[in-house]
């Protein structure tokens, strides 16, 4: 039998078997379709073990992506201050966490996003439900009819960057200061947040979307 | 006995054996450093043969990568015309081919780059002979110290939106018309490429760098 550790509830294999089934669930059925009993039935577990050891559903979520940060922390942190820089602040923030001891869970995490297509479906459910439906409204969003494509171009942005940086590991940008990353597409992530992206004569007449 | 195609020479598995061949001299050696020779050896066959086979070392490994293009077509299609229209020249070439018949080869690539260090490694390599040395003289920046750092940043956003819109399938961007990517994505490139990038007071004195 496996001894429990102080930091994380629970017997590692009970915790195994939920996690899994929480992948499963959250990649066929969504984020919203999965629900924690189904979660539980499918670990073969009580509905309140899955609580205890991982508190609320989003936490579930984290655990199962075995995410490096949560997304919630950083969007409050991007979102509080001078709205001029908000891009500024979100690359400094993601760099931050690549660059320190999250950056290896993070690489692992974008491995496996990449993977395949059920893994690519669970990355997706994240990008969705933790990051977009928080980033909107915290960036005073709602009322913008392209605010989930300007954190959608935003936080594409940031992977490319991420993959570039620390998967790829291509050079110059591999090994620059992150604060050279900062200067050069802080703007960029700036306009794509607040700026005028121009797309008026593209997104006006929907039916002539192909 | 497996048949001859008319369009690729040669034996498949001979074929296969040499691509294998290369794919491990180019993630072992670098680019610079495998040799059509040592690739033939590896491969059990006469260098004439590769050569017969796959033309030059650059073919060769845009066949061993499964490219879904020749960057130097696009690089030199990017570099021809307006200077201040580069940004949006490269990112509506680039959409056009991931939207086209090659998206799901480009997928394959970018599945297999992130895969593991090996496979990453091949990529760099992928990058830094076939675009980095390439792209840098074709848009005029040999003089400029900053040259590969902006292609490197140009080329990790586009990598970044692919793998949002082709893999992960974040929307609204991965079903959004084109020419909207385009009209967002465009000037940062463009910024990247040939704009004033403000990196003085974080370049401007090596020994700081960490």
Redesign the interface.
């Known amino acids: 039998m496996a001894r429990r550790t102080g930091r994380r509830p629970g017997n590692p294999e009970t915790r195994e078997a939920i996690l899994a089934a929480a992948r499963e669930a959250f990649a066929g059925k969504g984020y919203d379709g999965a629900s924690i009993r189904a979660i539980a039935t499918g670990a073969g577990v009580d509905p309140a073990l899955v609580h205890h050891y991982f508190g609320t559903k989003d936490k579930l979520f984290l655990a199962a992506m075995q995410a490096p940060m949560d997304p919630a922390e950083i969007i409050d942190a991007v979102g509080e201050g001078d709205r001029d820089e908000v891009g500024v602040r979100f690359v400094r923030l993601f760099l931050r966490i690549w660059d320190g001891p999250g950056g290896a869970a993070g690489v692992a995490m974008?491995?496996s996003?990449?993977?395949t297509e059920w893994t690519?479906r669970l990355?997706?459910e994240f990008?969705?439900t933790q990051i977009?439906r928080r980033a909107v409204p915290k960036l005073g969003l709602d009322d913008d009819e392209q605010g989930?494509?300007r954190v959608?171009?935003a936080?594409?942005?940031?992977?490319?960057?991420a993959?570039?940086?620390y998967?790829?590991?291509?050079?110059?940008?591999a090994s620059?200061?992150s604060?050279?990353i900062v200067?050069?597409?802080g703007?960029?992530v700036q306009?794509?947040l607040t700026g005028d992206?121009?797309?008026a004569?593209?997104?006006g007449d929907p039916p002539d979307?192909?």
Chains 1, 2 share one sequence.
């Open positions: 974008l491995r996003a990449v993977g690519a990355f997706r990008v969705v977009l989930p494509l959608t171009l936080a594409s942005h940031m992977v490319g960057v993959l570039a940086r998967v790829i590991k291509v050079e110059p940008l620059v200061p604060e050279v200067a050069a597409v703007p960029s306009r794509y992206l121009d797309l004569a593209h997104l979307r192909p």
